[in-house]
């Protein structure tokens, strides 16, 4: 690999990065990767081309599992509230927002935010002045981030207990590692391990892996490192494919309450009774 030192300063921690590699960006642009030489991360050099890469939609023509991922979202999500007994959550990045209404449709007090799309299956609901969520997820958005240190405050700025998030770790998997995604333009930082325990400890939290790309950040308390404990076995153990399947078959009666708001809110807006 091209080693090349230079100026630009890690995102993440503040550290000196060198250049391992470059390639070429949705066709037309020249991406240049760095690598942390304090945290490991990974990541492009001024993506310039960002706003371009989400014009068309906030889904790549490359991301063909993103219903299949919701599912498995949606379970991994219930399984953690269920754990912690929360009811509120806030979904970062949400997209078309399946996982909120996923959630709500089970009688959840869930939400989405997405800067990039109009969450079309939520977008009827947003949080009442006051609200705060005691869980927020963020499926698959870490990688987007430009600045995760800013992001990853604007999150914990809602204090919640935890933090459910997913990304593939930067390993040294080199430059025909699949989820560099330079045809897309959209996936612009890689972390490693030691870089996600830096981003947390350094705000108070702790960060668990449930999985190879499943992570939870949460409050250090002696509680929630007995809770983050059983989750880490349930979401790894022989039980976690009987258990995804229970919750996904679960009723949903947050459906015909969430249809009742919504008529409420419409004929408030056309002066109906």
Request: proline fraction near 5%.
């Amino acid at each position: 690999m091209d080693l090349e030192g230079g100026t630009l300063k890690c995102r993440v921690c503040t550290g000196e990065t060198q250049t391992l590699f470059t390639l070429p960006i949705m066709g037309k642009y020249e991406g240049t990767y760095r690598q942390c030489l304090e945290c490991g991360t990974l990541q492009v050099e001024n993506p310039h081309w960002l706003r371009e890469a989400y014009t068309d939609s906030h889904l790549t023509l490359l991301d063909v599992g993103a219903l299949h991922r919701g599912m498995n979202t949606w379970a991994g999500t219930h399984l953690i509230m269920d754990i912690w007994g929360f009811t509120r959550s806030l979904d970062w990045g949400t997209g078309d927002g399946l996982l909120p209404r996923y959630l709500r449709d089970r009688g959840f007090d869930a939400y989405g935010e997405d800067k990039y799309s109009p969450r079309t299956h939520c977008r009827a609901f947003t949080p009442p002045p006051g609200w705060t969520p005691q869980i927020i997820t963020a499926w698959e958005v870490w990688e987007h981030w430009e600045n995760p240190g800013e992001e990853l405050d604007k999150i914990l700025s809602h204090n919640p207990e935890v933090h459910l998030f997913s990304t593939e770790l930067w390993r040294g998997q080199g430059r025909d590692w699949g989820y560099l995604a330079p045809t897309e333009g959209q996936h612009i930082t890689f972390y490693t391990p030691d870089a996600l325990r830096r981003m947390s400890e350094s705000r108070g939290y702790a960060v668990y892996g449930l999985g190879r790309e499943t992570f939870i950040m949460f409050r250090r308390t002696e509680q929630n490192m007995i809770r983050a404990h059983i989750a880490t076995a349930l979401w790894n153990g022989w039980r976690w494919e009987s258990l995804r399947g229970t919750l996904l078959n679960s009723s949903a009666p947050g459906i015909g309450r969430d249809a009742g708001i919504v008529l409420s809110q419409m004929k408030g807006e056309r002066g109906l009774k």
